[in-house]
């Protein structure tokens, strides 16, 4: 480990600890079904104390910044500090390692290992979708081999890499990536293929009625329901009531 890594993780986990509520972390643990303990930090404390040290400990280079999220991530004994490790992945500073297609196998080491909404959720949509955006053909590629992947998390990932694309959403991937998991019994699979096709309604609400139509007998009363939240039409099916 270097020098600023090693800090900036001992400063972090330091800086959690001081402002550590167990009575929140026992509250929170539960809530997140989490086999890690938590320190008890809200979001705001958690920013609050990060901020400082993202600022004080500069990482030089891409090899520092992975380093720095790996060992996080590989030796966490906090929730919290997955949730620091994607602060750093996430940080402005640090745009052109994010945004590079050799991040992509680190987020795919972090949604296997990390495996539930939390932290998945975020990756997706931020660091993967960044990625997407960037490098539209090879990174849509990858993406559709996701979509088929054995581990629910991966494809989940999938299918909610371009929730934060607006109008620059690619309906066919947006397709693929559903498809492979529209018959998943899974209630984590049917909320994000509901929760792509709503962001996607936003944008063109028609491209997600014609997909909902089309796929009635497919899509569970879930993924349905989400899909058409925001969608105000005669015509729109309905759902199931699973």
């Not at 060992?71 to 997955?82: A, F, I």
């Not at 949604?111 to 979708?129: E, F, K, M, N, P």
């Not at 607006?166 to 529209?182: E, G, H, Q, V, Y």
Request: proline residues 3%.
């Amino acid at each position: 480990m270097t020098t600023t890594v090693d800090a900036l993780v001992a400063d972090i986990r330091t800086a959690f600890a001081s402002r550590s509520n167990r009575a929140v972390a026992t509250q929170q643990q539960a809530y997140m079904k989490s086999s890690l303990p938590y320190y008890g930090l809200k979001t705001a404390d958690s920013r609050e104390a990060l901020k400082p040290l993202f600022v004080l400990h500069t990482l030089k280079s891409a090899e520092e910044w992975e380093l720095a999220i790996r060992t996080l991530w590989d030796n966490v004994t906090h929730r919290e500090e997955w949730y620091a490790a994607i602060g750093i992945s996430r940080y402005g500073r640090y745009r052109d390692y994010r945004t590079s297609l050799d991040a992509l196998p680190l987020y795919e080491h972090m949604i296997r290992t990390g495996a539930w909404w939390d932290v998945c959720d975020s990756i997706a949509q931020h660091l993967v979708g960044d990625v997407l955006m960037a490098h539209r053909d090879e990174a849509t590629a990858v993406m559709r081999a996701w979509s088929t992947d054995e581990h629910l998390w991966i494809r989940r990932c999938s299918v909610l890499s371009q929730g934060t694309h607006k109008d620059k959403t690619d309906a066919s991937l947006l397709r693929d990536c559903i498809l492979p998991s529209i018959d998943d019994t899974d209630f984590f699979s049917r909320k994000a293929i509901g929760w792509a096709l709503r962001d996607y309604s936003r944008i063109n609400p028609d491209w997600v009625v014609a997909f909902v139509t089309e796929f009635e007998d497919r899509l569970s009363g879930l993924s349905k329901r989400e899909a058409l939240k925001h969608i105000a039409t005669e015509a729109e099916p309905q759902p199931d009531q699973d």
